[in-house]
């Protein structure tokens, strides 16, 4: 492994592992499962569930290192993406996660959907069961939409952002870069800093977090601040020093201006000054201390630059273990219920 978490290339031209079980998927997880169909939100998850989802990442994560990053785990199942709201990172990685699995892909927005003539989602997510598609993944602005989706399908569904609510693959990759930097996540400070109210990132991550036993802080400006935060098992503070203060991991949250209607704070130039993540709020924190973001980042707004692109961030690893966090998910959502039938 490099500093930076990543593989050598020596490492990553190593051929199909040894023992790699069917399908190329390797034997150790061939047979896991998830006992559900959908993946609606981190709290309809286990702790057990959280941990079969991290340690079937690592072995989907080998399979991006593999010469040919492609087994016919998923050949013969139809996935659809429904984007009903723009996203770089998540609707190109569960792409990129299922031509990997071998998944027939489709990808539908809204501006390429007939939402704009006026159909509802409900609508919608009738017409597309009606062409029995195996899995849908949806991002969607309305929180509640892929609880709608899973009510109304039999193909499975797979919540990537609904408004407010759960971003739940994203508080999985997190969770899982977590583990792969600091080796665990029980017993780590986690400060989570921000626009905390209009957050989905937040509220999956402290779900997850807490779940797993991390001491998790919340931290922004008292409107941003969600009205009865501590429920969620977190710490909150106004200060965002006292939130980095000692801290392993502190995890950016974009400012969402898109959401807000009327103003939230006097200015951006101040809200960096008193929330904006600078060199000198790092050096508050553990020495090993690693920063992530989830992106889009307003740069000069919630993150310096320096700190985005300095030695203690991991957000471009986020990124990559997005893929993989995605490619376990599916396997354990679809073909973990495939090997049990073929068992
Ligand atoms: N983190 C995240 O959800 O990014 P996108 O909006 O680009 O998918």
Not at 90 to 106: G, M, N, P, V, W
Not at 196 to 220: P, Q
Not at 245 to 274: C, N, T
Request: hydrophobic share 45%.
């Amino acid at each position: 492994m490099s500093p930076n978490g990543a593989r050598s290339s020596a490492e990553g031209a190593a051929p199909v592992a040894p023992g790699a079980g069917r399908d190329g998927v390797p034997e150790i997880v061939a047979a896991r499962r998830l006992r559900r169909k959908d993946l609606l939100g981190i709290a309809d998850l286990t702790p057990e569930e959280i941990h079969l989802i991290l340690d079937t990442t690592d072995a989907m994560k080998e399979i991006g290192f593999r010469p040919i990053k492609k087994v016919p785990t998923l050949r013969g199942k139809t996935i659809v993406n429904l984007f009903f709201e723009p996203s770089t990172r998540t609707r190109t990685s569960f792409e990129i996660a299922e031509k990997r699995l071998s998944a027939d892909t489709l990808n539908i927005s809204t501006s390429t959907s007939s939402v704009q003539k006026g159909e509802t989602l409900a609508d919608t997510a009738m017409s597309l069961e009606a062409m029995a598609p195996d899995m849908i993944v949806l991002r969607h602005s309305s929180s509640g939409a892929c609880h709608l989706l899973s009510r109304i399908c039999r193909a499975g569904s797979i919540n990537a952002g609904d408004g407010m609510h759960e971003h739940p693959t994203q508080a999985l990759l997190d969770a899982f870069t977590i583990r792969e930097r600091k080796g665990r996540i029980r017993g780590l400070k986690v400060a989570i800093v921000g626009d905390l109210v209009h957050s989905r990132v937040l509220r999956s991550n402290a779900s997850l977090l807490t779940k797993l036993g991390a001491d998790v802080w919340v931290s922004g400006p008292p409107t941003l601040m969600p009205p009865g935060v501590e429920r969620l098992g977190v710490t909150a503070t106004t200060s965002i020093d006292e939130a980095v203060k000692g801290a392993d991991v502190i995890m950016m949250l974009r400012v969402q201006l898109e959401r807000m209607q009327g103003a939230f704070f006097p200015s951006l130039r101040e809200y960096f000054s008193v929330f904006g993540l600078t060199d000198a709020r790092v050096r508050l924190a553990k020495p090993d201390a690693i920063i992530m973001h989830p992106g889009p980042m307003n740069r000069g707004v919630e993150i310096a630059s320096e700190v985005a692109d300095g030695p203690y961030s991991v957000i471009l690893e986020q990124v990559s273990n997005g893929v993989a966090v995605r490619m376990a998910v599916l396997f354990l959502l679809a073909g973990g219920v495939e090997h049990e039938a073929a068992a």
